[in-house]
DNA sequence: TATCCAAGGTAAGTT
DNA sequence: AACTTACCTTGGATA
Protein backbone atom coordinates (compact mmCIF):
# COMPACT_ATOMS: atom_id res chain seq x y z
CA UNK A 1 0.00 0.00 0.00
CA UNK A 2 1.28 3.64 -1.04
CA UNK A 3 -0.05 6.42 0.81
CA UNK A 4 0.33 10.32 0.42
CA UNK A 5 -1.39 13.60 0.77
CA UNK A 6 -2.51 16.22 -1.66
CA UNK A 7 -1.97 19.96 -0.02
CA UNK A 8 -5.20 21.86 -1.12
CA UNK A 9 -4.32 25.25 0.14
CA UNK A 10 -3.12 26.26 -2.98
CA UNK A 11 -5.43 25.29 -4.85
CA UNK A 12 -7.73 27.90 -6.14
CA UNK A 13 -11.32 27.88 -5.13
CA UNK A 14 -10.67 25.28 -2.04
CA UNK A 15 -12.02 22.10 -2.03
CA UNK A 16 -14.35 19.79 -0.64
CA UNK A 17 -13.99 16.44 -0.85
CA UNK A 18 -18.02 15.32 0.21
CA UNK A 19 -19.86 17.61 -1.85
CA UNK A 20 -17.41 16.68 -4.83
CA UNK A 21 -18.56 13.02 -4.29
CA UNK A 22 -21.82 13.16 -2.80
CA UNK A 23 -23.50 15.93 -4.99
CA UNK A 24 -24.72 13.56 -7.53
CA UNK A 25 -22.04 13.14 -10.42
CA UNK A 26 -20.16 10.16 -9.63
CA UNK A 27 -21.43 6.99 -9.04
CA UNK A 28 -17.82 5.34 -9.05
CA UNK A 29 -16.92 6.10 -5.16
CA UNK A 30 -18.42 4.84 -2.28
CA UNK A 31 -18.16 5.53 1.39
CA UNK A 32 -15.78 2.91 3.40
CA UNK A 33 -17.96 2.47 6.03
CA UNK A 34 -19.91 0.96 3.66
CA UNK A 35 -23.13 3.28 4.25
CA UNK A 36 -25.23 5.12 1.65
CA UNK A 37 -24.44 8.78 1.23
CA UNK A 38 -27.56 9.75 2.27
CA UNK A 39 -28.05 8.25 5.94
CA UNK A 40 -24.71 8.95 6.99
CA UNK A 41 -22.26 12.10 8.59
CA UNK A 42 -23.02 15.92 8.13
CA UNK A 43 -21.76 17.72 5.47
CA UNK A 44 -17.99 18.30 6.31
CA UNK A 45 -17.29 15.55 8.35
CA UNK A 46 -14.42 13.46 8.21
CA UNK A 47 -14.81 10.28 6.22
CA UNK A 48 -12.97 7.44 3.72
CA UNK A 49 -13.88 7.27 0.61
CA UNK A 50 -13.05 4.19 -1.77
CA UNK A 51 -12.92 3.82 -5.35
CA UNK A 52 -11.52 1.27 -7.96
CA UNK A 53 -10.23 3.05 -11.47
CA UNK A 54 -8.68 1.31 -14.44
CA UNK A 55 -4.88 1.25 -14.52
CA UNK A 56 -3.84 3.76 -17.01
CA UNK A 57 -6.82 5.80 -16.95
CA UNK A 58 -4.43 8.98 -16.58
CA UNK A 59 -1.42 7.45 -18.93
CA UNK A 60 0.49 9.50 -16.45
CA UNK A 61 0.05 13.11 -17.75
CA UNK A 62 -3.55 13.80 -16.93
CA UNK A 63 -3.81 16.99 -14.70
CA UNK A 64 -5.41 19.23 -16.93
CA UNK A 65 -8.44 21.59 -17.09
CA UNK A 66 -11.05 22.21 -19.17
CA UNK A 67 -11.91 21.93 -22.67
CA UNK A 68 -8.99 22.95 -24.72
CA UNK A 69 -7.24 20.74 -23.36
CA UNK A 70 -9.11 17.76 -22.24
CA UNK A 71 -7.11 14.97 -22.12
CA UNK A 72 -8.26 12.28 -24.93
CA UNK A 73 -9.89 10.26 -23.05
CA UNK A 74 -10.63 7.87 -25.64
CA UNK A 75 -7.02 6.77 -26.10
CA UNK A 76 -6.73 6.38 -22.05
CA UNK A 77 -9.36 4.27 -21.63
CA UNK A 78 -8.86 2.02 -24.51
CA UNK A 79 -4.72 1.95 -24.16
CA UNK A 80 -5.01 0.78 -20.43
CA UNK A 81 -7.70 -2.33 -21.57
CA UNK A 82 -5.11 -3.31 -24.11
CA UNK A 83 -2.00 -2.84 -21.81
CA UNK A 84 -4.30 -5.23 -19.21
CA UNK A 85 -5.19 -8.02 -21.85
CA UNK A 86 -1.78 -7.65 -22.90
CA UNK A 87 -0.20 -8.52 -19.66
CA UNK A 88 -1.18 -12.40 -19.06
CA UNK A 89 0.39 -12.46 -15.84
CA UNK A 90 -1.84 -10.38 -13.96
CA UNK A 91 1.18 -8.09 -12.53
CA UNK A 92 1.23 -8.72 -8.64
CA UNK A 93 -2.13 -10.06 -7.19
CA UNK A 94 -5.85 -10.56 -7.95
CA UNK A 95 -7.27 -7.79 -10.23
CA UNK A 96 -4.63 -6.46 -12.39
CA UNK A 97 -5.42 -4.19 -14.23
CA UNK A 98 -7.08 -1.42 -11.33
CA UNK A 99 -5.99 0.11 -8.70
CA UNK A 100 -7.55 1.21 -5.38
CA UNK A 101 -7.82 4.71 -4.36
CA UNK A 102 -9.16 5.77 -0.79
CA UNK A 103 -8.62 8.85 0.17
CA UNK A 104 -10.06 11.52 3.11
CA UNK A 105 -10.19 15.21 3.16
CA UNK A 106 -8.70 16.15 6.65
CA UNK A 107 -6.78 19.39 7.81
CA UNK A 108 -6.55 21.22 4.81
CA UNK A 109 -5.12 18.46 2.83
CA UNK A 110 -6.29 15.69 0.65
CA UNK A 111 -5.27 12.31 2.18
CA UNK A 112 -4.99 8.95 0.32
CA UNK A 113 -3.81 5.20 0.43
CA UNK A 114 -3.67 3.14 -2.53
CA UNK A 115 -2.40 0.51 -4.75
CA UNK A 116 -0.01 2.87 -6.81
CA UNK A 117 0.70 6.82 -6.48
CA UNK A 118 -2.59 8.22 -6.26
CA UNK A 119 -1.70 12.14 -6.93
CA UNK A 120 -2.29 12.16 -10.49
CA UNK A 121 -4.82 10.49 -10.60
CA UNK A 122 -6.73 12.24 -7.80
CA UNK A 123 -5.91 15.64 -9.39
CA UNK A 124 -7.58 14.38 -12.62
CA UNK A 125 -10.53 12.06 -11.00
CA UNK A 126 -11.23 14.95 -8.94
CA UNK A 127 -10.47 18.10 -11.15
CA UNK A 128 -8.27 19.59 -8.59
CA UNK A 129 -6.94 21.83 -11.69
CA UNK A 130 -9.79 23.43 -13.03
CA UNK A 131 -9.55 26.92 -11.74
CA UNK A 132 -12.56 27.05 -9.21
CA UNK A 133 -12.00 30.72 -8.70
CA UNK A 134 -12.13 31.77 -12.07
CA UNK A 135 -15.24 29.25 -12.83
CA UNK A 136 -17.01 30.87 -10.23
CA UNK A 137 -15.80 34.48 -11.17
CA UNK A 138 -17.04 34.06 -14.59
CA UNK A 139 -20.51 32.25 -13.51
CA UNK A 140 -24.09 34.45 -13.97
CA UNK A 141 -24.44 36.92 -10.95
CA UNK A 142 -27.28 35.33 -9.88
CA UNK A 143 -28.52 34.47 -6.01
CA UNK A 144 -29.14 31.12 -6.53
CA UNK A 145 -26.25 30.41 -7.70
CA UNK A 146 -24.42 32.84 -5.04
CA UNK A 147 -26.14 30.62 -2.28
CA UNK A 148 -25.34 27.22 -4.13
CA UNK A 149 -21.28 28.44 -4.33
CA UNK A 150 -21.20 29.83 -0.70
CA UNK A 151 -22.56 26.01 0.76
CA UNK A 152 -20.36 24.18 -1.92
CA UNK A 153 -17.50 25.89 -1.82
CA UNK A 154 -14.79 24.01 -3.23
CA UNK A 155 -17.42 21.33 -4.88
CA UNK A 156 -15.55 20.41 -8.38
CA UNK A 157 -16.34 18.39 -11.16
CA UNK A 158 -15.09 14.82 -11.64
CA UNK A 159 -13.81 13.00 -14.30
CA UNK A 160 -14.68 9.75 -14.24
CA UNK A 161 -13.81 6.79 -16.48
CA UNK A 162 -16.19 7.04 -20.05
CA UNK A 163 -17.40 3.32 -19.54
CA UNK A 164 -18.55 3.30 -16.03
CA UNK A 165 -20.46 7.10 -16.58
CA UNK A 166 -21.94 5.99 -19.54
CA UNK A 167 -23.85 3.00 -17.82
CA UNK A 168 -24.44 4.40 -14.64
CA UNK A 169 -26.40 7.53 -16.35
CA UNK A 170 -28.46 4.80 -18.59
CA UNK A 171 -29.48 3.93 -14.78
CA UNK A 172 -30.60 7.15 -13.29
CA UNK A 173 -33.17 7.33 -16.05
CA UNK A 174 -36.42 7.94 -13.46
CA UNK A 175 -34.05 7.00 -10.45
CA UNK A 176 -33.26 8.84 -7.19
CA UNK A 177 -29.18 9.24 -6.79
CA UNK A 178 -29.60 7.03 -3.82
CA UNK A 179 -30.78 4.11 -5.68
CA UNK A 180 -28.87 5.07 -8.70
CA UNK A 181 -25.61 4.58 -6.31
CA UNK A 182 -27.08 1.06 -4.90
CA UNK A 183 -28.05 0.02 -8.56
CA UNK A 184 -24.16 0.78 -9.39
CA UNK A 185 -22.51 -1.35 -6.17
CA UNK A 186 -24.87 -4.12 -7.39
CA UNK A 187 -23.33 -3.96 -11.05
CA UNK A 188 -19.78 -4.25 -9.27
CA UNK A 189 -20.61 -7.24 -7.45
CA UNK A 190 -22.10 -8.80 -9.45
CA UNK A 191 -20.55 -8.67 -12.79
CA UNK A 192 -16.81 -6.58 -11.60
CA UNK A 193 -13.56 -8.16 -11.16
CA UNK A 194 -12.26 -8.46 -7.64
CA UNK A 195 -9.95 -6.48 -6.24
CA UNK A 196 -7.89 -7.27 -3.27
CA UNK A 197 -6.73 -4.24 -1.34
CA UNK A 198 -5.52 -3.63 2.46
CA UNK A 199 -6.76 -6.81 3.54
CA UNK A 200 -10.72 -6.00 1.69
CA UNK A 201 -11.87 -7.28 -1.59
CA UNK A 202 -13.13 -4.31 -3.68
CA UNK A 203 -15.33 -4.45 -6.75
CA UNK A 204 -14.35 -2.81 -10.15
CA UNK A 205 -17.04 -1.79 -12.34
CA UNK A 206 -17.88 -4.26 -14.94
CA UNK A 207 -16.34 -4.06 -18.59
CA UNK A 208 -17.93 -3.57 -21.87
CA UNK A 209 -18.11 -7.61 -22.32
CA UNK A 210 -18.77 -8.42 -18.67
CA UNK A 211 -22.26 -6.35 -18.44
CA UNK A 212 -22.52 -7.76 -22.31
CA UNK A 213 -23.03 -11.21 -21.50
CA UNK A 214 -24.72 -10.59 -18.76
CA UNK A 215 -28.81 -11.76 -19.24
CA UNK A 216 -31.44 -9.32 -19.23
CA UNK A 217 -32.67 -11.13 -16.94
CA UNK A 218 -30.04 -10.98 -14.20
CA UNK A 219 -29.72 -7.86 -14.47
CA UNK A 220 -33.35 -7.10 -13.85
CA UNK A 221 -32.79 -9.22 -11.14
CA UNK A 222 -30.92 -6.28 -9.91
CA UNK A 223 -33.86 -3.86 -10.27
CA UNK A 224 -32.38 -2.13 -13.02
CA UNK A 225 -36.23 -2.60 -14.46
CA UNK A 226 -36.50 -1.25 -18.21
CA UNK A 227 -32.89 -0.11 -18.16
CA UNK A 228 -31.54 -3.62 -18.15
CA UNK A 229 -31.86 -3.80 -21.76
CA UNK A 230 -30.24 -0.82 -22.62
CA UNK A 231 -27.37 -1.49 -20.33
CA UNK A 232 -26.73 -4.79 -22.33
CA UNK A 233 -27.25 -3.05 -25.60
CA UNK A 234 -25.08 -0.62 -24.92
CA UNK A 235 -22.63 -2.71 -23.62
CA UNK A 236 -22.75 -4.56 -26.13
CA UNK A 237 -22.11 -2.00 -28.94
CA UNK A 238 -18.49 -1.25 -26.58
CA UNK A 239 -17.97 -5.03 -26.40
CA UNK A 240 -18.46 -5.95 -30.17
CA UNK A 241 -15.73 -2.77 -30.98
CA UNK A 242 -18.25 -0.83 -32.98
CA UNK A 243 -18.22 2.47 -30.88
CA UNK A 244 -17.22 3.64 -27.14
CA UNK A 245 -18.17 6.50 -24.93
CA UNK A 246 -14.57 7.92 -25.01
CA UNK A 247 -14.77 8.20 -28.97
CA UNK A 248 -16.92 11.13 -28.33
CA UNK A 249 -14.35 13.04 -26.38
CA UNK A 250 -12.14 14.13 -29.26
CA UNK A 251 -15.19 15.92 -31.38
CA UNK A 252 -17.31 19.11 -30.80
CA UNK A 253 -19.51 19.36 -28.67
CA UNK A 254 -23.00 19.25 -30.10
CA UNK A 255 -21.47 16.19 -32.51
CA UNK A 256 -20.21 14.73 -29.24
CA UNK A 257 -23.62 14.67 -27.79
CA UNK A 258 -24.96 12.81 -31.08
CA UNK A 259 -22.39 10.66 -31.08
CA UNK A 260 -23.59 9.74 -27.68
CA UNK A 261 -27.16 9.21 -28.39
CA UNK A 262 -25.96 5.96 -30.81
CA UNK A 263 -25.99 4.24 -27.42
CA UNK A 264 -29.39 2.65 -26.41
CA UNK A 265 -30.96 4.12 -22.95
CA UNK A 266 -28.86 7.46 -24.14
CA UNK A 267 -30.71 10.84 -25.02
CA UNK A 268 -29.57 14.74 -24.45
CA UNK A 269 -29.77 14.55 -21.20
CA UNK A 270 -27.96 11.36 -20.31
CA UNK A 271 -25.14 12.21 -23.24
CA UNK A 272 -24.93 15.48 -21.06
CA UNK A 273 -23.88 13.87 -18.28
CA UNK A 274 -20.93 11.69 -19.71
CA UNK A 275 -19.86 14.71 -21.54
CA UNK A 276 -19.20 16.46 -18.11
CA UNK A 277 -18.61 14.12 -15.44
CA UNK A 278 -16.58 12.09 -17.61
CA UNK A 279 -15.21 13.84 -20.78
CA UNK A 280 -14.42 17.16 -19.56
CA UNK A 281 -16.65 19.62 -21.50
CA UNK A 282 -17.39 21.39 -18.66
CA UNK A 283 -20.09 23.47 -20.81
CA UNK A 284 -22.47 20.48 -20.89
CA UNK A 285 -25.75 21.39 -18.86
CA UNK A 286 -27.33 18.03 -18.43
CA UNK A 287 -31.76 19.17 -18.63
CA UNK A 288 -32.47 17.11 -15.73
CA UNK A 289 -35.81 18.25 -13.72
CA UNK A 290 -34.16 20.29 -11.05
CA UNK A 291 -32.35 22.09 -13.97
CA UNK A 292 -36.09 22.91 -16.03
CA UNK A 293 -37.80 23.71 -12.47
CA UNK A 294 -34.94 26.16 -12.01
CA UNK A 295 -34.68 27.44 -15.61
CA UNK A 296 -38.44 28.43 -15.85
CA UNK A 297 -38.19 30.24 -12.07
CA UNK A 298 -35.14 32.41 -13.08
CA UNK A 299 -34.72 31.83 -16.57
CA UNK A 300 -37.50 31.57 -18.29
CA UNK A 301 -35.90 33.18 -21.58
CA UNK A 302 -34.20 30.40 -22.17
CA UNK A 303 -37.17 28.10 -22.28
CA UNK A 304 -36.88 27.12 -25.21
CA UNK A 305 -39.15 23.97 -26.49
CA UNK A 306 -36.65 21.81 -27.94
CA UNK A 307 -33.72 20.51 -25.44
CA UNK A 308 -30.90 21.54 -28.10
CA UNK A 309 -32.23 25.60 -27.86
CA UNK A 310 -33.02 25.60 -24.41
CA UNK A 311 -29.79 23.71 -24.19
CA UNK A 312 -27.68 26.37 -26.11
CA UNK A 313 -29.46 29.04 -24.24
CA UNK A 314 -28.52 27.91 -21.20
CA UNK A 315 -25.38 27.97 -22.13
CA UNK A 316 -24.77 31.34 -23.09
CA UNK A 317 -26.55 32.25 -20.12
CA UNK A 318 -24.73 29.98 -17.96
CA UNK A 319 -21.46 30.99 -19.53
CA UNK A 320 -17.87 29.18 -20.70
CA UNK A 321 -18.12 26.98 -17.50
CA UNK A 322 -21.77 26.51 -17.42
CA UNK A 323 -21.67 22.54 -16.21
CA UNK A 324 -20.62 24.22 -12.88
CA UNK A 325 -23.23 26.35 -12.71
CA UNK A 326 -25.92 22.99 -13.36
CA UNK A 327 -23.69 20.71 -10.66
CA UNK A 328 -23.52 23.37 -8.28
CA UNK A 329 -27.41 24.37 -8.60
CA UNK A 330 -28.70 20.87 -8.95
CA UNK A 331 -27.17 19.92 -5.53
CA UNK A 332 -28.41 22.71 -3.81
CA UNK A 333 -31.83 22.16 -5.08
CA UNK A 334 -31.67 19.00 -4.19
CA UNK A 335 -30.82 19.36 -1.05
CA UNK A 336 -33.42 21.79 0.14
CA UNK A 337 -31.95 24.95 -0.74
CA UNK A 338 -34.37 26.88 -3.19
C1' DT B 1 -51.37 -1.54 6.62
C1' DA B 2 -52.75 -0.52 1.89
C1' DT B 3 -52.46 2.47 -2.03
C1' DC B 4 -50.51 5.89 -4.71
C1' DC B 5 -46.94 8.58 -6.70
C1' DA B 6 -42.80 10.28 -8.56
C1' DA B 7 -37.93 9.57 -9.32
C1' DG B 8 -31.44 13.49 -12.59
C1' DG B 9 -35.61 10.04 -19.30
C1' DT B 10 -35.78 7.35 -23.41
C1' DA B 11 -37.70 4.57 -27.20
C1' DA B 12 -41.25 3.68 -30.17
C1' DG B 13 -45.36 4.74 -32.30
C1' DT B 14 -48.66 8.69 -34.11
C1' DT B 15 -49.88 12.94 -36.15
C1' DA C 1 -40.22 17.44 -36.35
C1' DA C 2 -43.45 17.73 -32.52
C1' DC C 3 -46.42 15.13 -29.47
C1' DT C 4 -48.01 10.75 -26.71
C1' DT C 5 -47.45 6.82 -24.23
C1' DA C 6 -45.39 2.87 -21.99
C1' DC C 7 -41.80 1.45 -19.22
C1' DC C 8 -39.51 -1.43 -14.11
C1' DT C 9 -38.91 -0.68 -9.40
C1' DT C 10 -39.25 1.14 -4.88
C1' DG C 11 -38.80 4.67 -1.10
C1' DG C 12 -41.68 7.84 0.82
C1' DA C 13 -46.09 10.21 1.21
C1' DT C 14 -50.96 9.91 1.94
C1' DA C 15 -55.29 7.80 3.48
Redesign the pocket.
Known amino acids: METGTIVLDDLSGGFDLQATLE ?3 TYQWERADGRAY ?1 EGIAHGGEQWYATVVPTGVLDGEATRMGRMEREPAASIESRSRESSDDDPSGGDESGGGYEVIRARQLDGALQWEATTDATPYLRYLLGLDDDLEAIVDRGPADPLLERAYERYAGLRIVRDPPFPTLIS ?2 C ?9 H ?1 MQRRLAQEFGEEVEFDGRTYHAFPTPEGLASASESEL ?2 L ?8 VKRSAELVAEGSAHPAEAGEMDFEDAREYL ?1 Q ?9 D ?1 VL ?2 SLGYLEAV ?1 L ?5 TAIAEHYPDCEK ?3 AATSRAIREAFGEYAGYV ?2 YV ?2 YL ?1 TGGE
Not at 172 to 180: F, G, H, Y
Open positions: SGQEFISAQMRVLRIRRESLGYRAPYKFVGVGNKVACLFPDTWIQGSYQTFYR
